[in-house]
């Protein structure tokens, strides 16, 4: 909405001078953030929170008349209003609009009000999952030691223009471009609720008779979702055999009033298509031909031209239904509906050979949709949380006729050529600052389009034969080796907490305020203990004994040091190769590693820093190490902006260790949970518990020095924003826990 654009601007702005006082310091930034900044971010957005609501609700009553006017043409062309317009019932006044808006329920457990906090003490919902986006993307920026100024930037991108006046940028990746689809999503859904109510009235007012019915209508483009689609055209007695639409944020399904009998065997569809070549108009577009690649529109992140198309309805059907819709596409559009990128292609091939198959339009998506809404079932309580696409990996195909199944049984990956994929997603590295989470509201809709799971390597139907380089599949650890040449390892004795009860910062050897790392190493002396080596990454993944991953492989964390002395030493060798030189960080002191997250992620989540020295590098984890290997980047101050140069391979080989960790060590981690809160919140409370129990053994300034007093040998760090950063932190307080190749890490 337009009208709350200086409104977001503002608040933005406010944001981005809040956010631009931390400083540059690191150890100090992130309690900065939370106990002093973070909680003025309330005060900058409440403004915009309360001009959006109001906005809304002018805009959703305004709207009234006019929905009203189309719910009586609609039953008028149907004949279901005796005759003479004086008999209709309307709603009438704009106060009554104005309280519908208020009431509103803009998407179903979501009500207005407590959405903005109109009337209530409680802070609104969208200021809160709006401050959950901003604190998530200061804490990203942190973590990755991203200088103020450019988390500054990352909130919001503000310019002066020639008249002096100042316009927010929309800028892809930053807060503001999130918070700014937030409230369309939340605006236009609002407006489609206001449409329902008015209908919902309108019909309670007007009684129609029994040989009406009512119909599911949705927008016959890509970009509805795959619970919308099939609903299409669903006739029904009653509105409440229907779920309540909008059905879920940014949904543009309405029901209406019908005669069944009346057939509408055309109607007109949008197909899509990827920009040409060098990024102009598909082939086809002509100067002024309307509907022909005029228009652009963004699915999935990505750009298309649209055309409009003529559909038509499966012979027998009332009318065009989403199935014909989807059925009369192109396998581009097609492809698109069904996610895009690889698996959009690959169910879109299964969806055709469906059809070619025999089935209709309706059971081919059947096979490419799990809980797709039947269609005799309920509707009423169909759930777009609990509908999604079929993995790639988990669809069936049709037996002999139009093409052959995979392999027997839909087995794994056929070595048979592979279908050609559809708009090949070469995954551009997007800029830093990293991109956001999808701000989660209270009642976690389900945005349309759907995201999609990250593109697998899929077994593959299709044997056409026009083999093109697959994209790339998202990197993956190998699925155990076979074990070579593994190193016994000697069971691990049980640590003994070491105690600093004496600690008297006026003694000898005491002269700091509280113990450090190197205190507590001190006292543990033979408790701290050398890595074991193996000799390659692959031997390293086929040793047992190791801490695995939820997907039962061994967790493989990557650490940089600034020179080959530095690695050689932290594998154990050297004249200080029995000390173990721990490091500051943020988490805890201690020595810090990462591993790839386990987290699953879309492909747009799997965003990292555009940094050569990411560029480079096969995961973000091994990304992570380079950086820290890179000392031009230290120079550089920790900061993406300034210039660094990337390390060669044959530095980062010098520089990087890859270890993982053994199961008998007291390693604490989270490597059950899925959910990267769930899990950074385990952490902290465990954290918060170790601290409190170490306070027993003395007082420490920081947990990793505590935890190691305490006998921990490390603890993995779930970082909150899984999703952003893609890899997880490794704090490593003593290294016999550590299972280390002396060798290449890559
Ligand atoms: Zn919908």
Redesign the pocket.
């Given at each position: 909405m337009e009208e709350v654009r200086p409104a977001l601007a503002r608040a933005m702005e406010e944001v981005r001078e809040i956010v631009g006082q931390l400083p540059d310091e690191s150890l100090m930034r992130e309690q900065l953030w939370r106990k002093e900044y973070f909680p003025q971010v309330e005060r900058a957005i409440k403004p915009f929170n309360d001009q959006l609501a109001g906005t809304l609700v002018q805009k959703m009553s305004e709207n009234g008349p006019q929905f009203e006017a189309e719910v009586f043409k609609q039953l008028e062309a149907i004949n279901a209003l005796p005759p003479g317009p004086a008999l209709a019932k309307p709603i009438g006044s704009m106060p009554a609009y104005t309280q519908m808006a208020l009431q509103s329920k803009i998407v179903k457990g979501t009500r207005l009000e407590s959405l903005f906090g109109i009337g209530r003490p409680e802070m609104a919902q969208f200021i809160k999952s709006n401050m959950r986006v901003i604190d998530n993307k200061v804490k990203q920026g942190m973590l990755a030691g991203v200088e103020t100024k450019q988390i500054a930037n990352s909130i919001a991108r503000v310019i002066t223009s020639p008249d002096g006046r100042r316009i927010l940028k929309l800028q892809k990746g930053t807060v503001a471009h999130e918070v700014n689809a937030w409230a369309s999503a939340i605006a236009r859904s609002g407006i489609q609720d206001m449409n329902r109510q008015v209908s919902e009235q309108v019909w309670d007012a007007n009684p129609v008779g029994s040989d009406l019915a009512y119909e599911w209508v949705?927008?016959l483009d890509s970009r509805?979702?795959p619970?919308?689609g099939p609903?299409d055209a669903k006739t029904r007695p009653n509105r409440s055999d229907f779920p309540t639409?909008?059905?879920?944020f940014n949904?543009?399904?309405s029901v209406v009033l019908i005669d069944p009998d009346k057939k509408e065997d055309v109607r007109t569809g949008i197909e899509v298509a990827r920009p040409g070549p060098k990024g102009g108009r598909p082939p086809g577009f002509e100067k002024g031909k309307k509907g022909v690649y005029a228009s652009k529109v963004r699915i999935n992140g990505k750009d298309y031209y649209r055309r409009t198309q003529q559909i038509k309805a499966t012979p027998g059907q009332r009318r065009v239904t989403y199935g014909d819709y989807l059925a009369q596409s192109d396998r581009r559009t097609q492809a698109a509906f069904y996610g895009g990128g690889n698996a959009g292609s690959v169910r879109a091939d299964n969806f055709r050979k469906w059809v070619k198959a025999g089935k209709t339009p309706s059971e081919a998506m059947q096979k490419t949709i799990i809980n797709m809404p039947g269609t005799t079932g309920k509707l009423k309580t169909v759930n777009p949380e609990r509908t999604s696409f079929r993995p790639t990996d988990k669809l069936k195909w049709p037996k002999g006729g139009s093409g052959p199944s995979p392999s027997p049984g839909g087995g794994p990956k056929p070595p048979g050529p592979k279908p050609k994929p559809i708009a090949p997603a070469p995954k551009p590295v997007a800029p830093a600052p990293a991109p956001k989470p999808t701000p989660k509201p209270v009642s976690t809709p389900k945005p349309?389009p759907t995201p999609k799971p990250t593109p697998k390597p899929t077994p593959k139907p299709a044997p056409k034969p026009t083999p093109k380089p697959a994209p790339k599949p998202a990197p993956k650890p190998a699925p155990t080796p076979k074990p070579k040449a593994e190193p016994a390892l000697k069971p691990l004795p049980k640590n003994k907490p070491v105690s600093f009860k004496d600690w008297d910062s006026s003694k000898p050897g005491m002269n700091t305020e509280y113990p450090t790392l190197a205190d507590v190493y001190k006292r543990q002396g033979a408790q701290q203990g050398k890595p074991v080596l193996v000799k390659s990454v692959k031997d390293l993944k086929g040793m047992k004994g190791l801490i695995k991953d939820a997907d039962g492989n061994n967790v493989v964390i990557y650490r940089g040091v600034t020179g080959p002395a530095q690695k050689q030493q932290l594998l154990g060798r050297g004249p200080d190769g029995a000390k173990h030189f721990a490091g500051k960080g943020m988490f805890g002191n201690g020595t810090y590693g990462a591993s790839n997250s386990r987290w699953k992620l879309t492909t747009k989540q799997r965003i990292r820093m555009d940094w050569e020295d990411y560029k480079t590098s096969a995961t973000a984890a091994q990304g992570t190490a380079r950086l820290y290997s890179n000392k031009t980047w230290f120079k550089a101050g920790s900061t993406g902006g300034a210039a660094f140069k990337p390390l060669s391979d044959a530095q980062a080989r010098s520089r990087v260790t890859a270890f993982g960790i053994r199961k008998d060590a007291k390693v604490k981690t989270f490597t059950h949970l899925t959910d990267p809160d769930e899990a950074y919140n385990d952490w902290q409370k465990w954290i918060r518990d170790e601290w409190e129990a170490a306070k027993k053994l003395g007082h420490f300034d920081n947990a990793g020095d505590a935890l190691a007093a305490r006998g921990w040998d490390g603890y993995e760090v779930p970082l909150p924003d899984g999703d952003v950063l893609d890899q997880n932190y490794w704090v490593i307080l003593n290294r016999r826990a550590m299972v280390a190749v002396d060798g290449d890490p890559f």
């Open positions: 949705s927008a509805t979702c619970t919308c609903l639409w909008p059905i879920h949904c543009r399904c349309v």
